[in-house]
C-alpha cells in the first residue's frame, strides 16, 4: 500500500541550523544521519514524500545527491527560500513549483512552502500543509506546519496531521466573507 508523507526544512548539510533551532545533534553529519535513518524508518520505497521545501542548505552537489539517493520512497518537492538550482535539479518525481494541489485520502491539501492566511478551497475545506516556521506559527483547524523541527525529524501522515488539526483555532472568516466597501 502506497502512502502520502509529509516533511519540511531537513536542511540537510546545514551546520548553522542546529544551533539556531536547538537541534538535538552534536554536528551536521550526526544530524544529517539522524534524519536519513528516521526518513527512512517510516518511508517505504513505494511511499510518496511531499517535501515542502528547504531540502538542504550549504551542501555541496556530491554530498547533497548521495543524501537524497539514500531516501526512500517517490519524493517531490515544493520549493523553499534555501532550495538553490542544486537542489531543484534533484530528480524529483515532477519539477518542484512554489505550490501544489493534491488530494489525498479525500481530503484536498494546498500545500506550500509558505504559511498561507487563505487558499484555494480553504472555505470548502482544503487543508494549508507548510513548512518554514520551524514550529514558530501555530497551526490552525484547517492549516498545519509539517517541518522535520515540529515532528520529530520525521516524515508525518495526514492521519496524525488530522489529529493535530483537532482543537486547534477555527479561521475567522469574518472579513473574507463578507462584501468589501
Not at 73 to 80: D, I, M, N, P, S
Not at 153 to 166: K, M, N, S, W
Request: charged content about 20%; glycine content about 10%; overall charge neutral.
Amino acid at each position: 500500500m502506497t502512502r502520502v508523507l509529509f516533511t519540511s526544512d531537513s536542511h540537510f548539510g546545514h551546520a548553522g541550523i542546529i544551533g539556531m533551532y536547538q537541534r538535538p545533534f552534536r554536528d551536521v553529519r550526526h544530524m544529517d544521519e539522524a534524519l536519513i535513518a528516521n526518513w527512512n524508518a517510516i518511508v517505504g520505497d513505494r511511499d510518496v514524500v511531499w517535501h515542502l521545501g528547504d531540502f538542504a542548505h550549504r551542501c555541496d552537489r556530491a554530498r547533497l545527491c548521495g543524501i537524497f539517493d539514500r531516501l526512500n520512497g517517490q519524493k517531490f518537492l515544493t520549493a523553499g527560500n534555501h532550495d538553490d538550482a542544486a537542489t531543484r535539479a534533484l530528480p524529483w518525481q515532477a519539477p518542484p513549483a512554489p505550490m501544489a494541489e493534491i488530494v489525498v485520502d479525500k481530503a484536498r491539501l494546498v500545500l506550500c512552502h509558505y504559511a498561507m492566511r487563505d487558499w484555494p478551497d480553504r472555505h470548502r475545506g482544503a487543508i494549508n500543509l507548510f513548512g518554514h516556521a520551524h514550529g514558530r506559527l501555530p497551526g490552525t483547524s484547517q492549516s498545519a506546519d509539517v517541518g522535520a523541527d515540529v515532528w520529530g525529524f520525521c516524515p508525518v501522515g495526514l492521519a496524525q496531521i488530522r489529529q493535530r488539526l483537532v482543537g486547534q483555532p477555527v479561521i475567522d472568516d469574518g472579513d473574507l466573507t463578507s462584501p468589501q466597501p
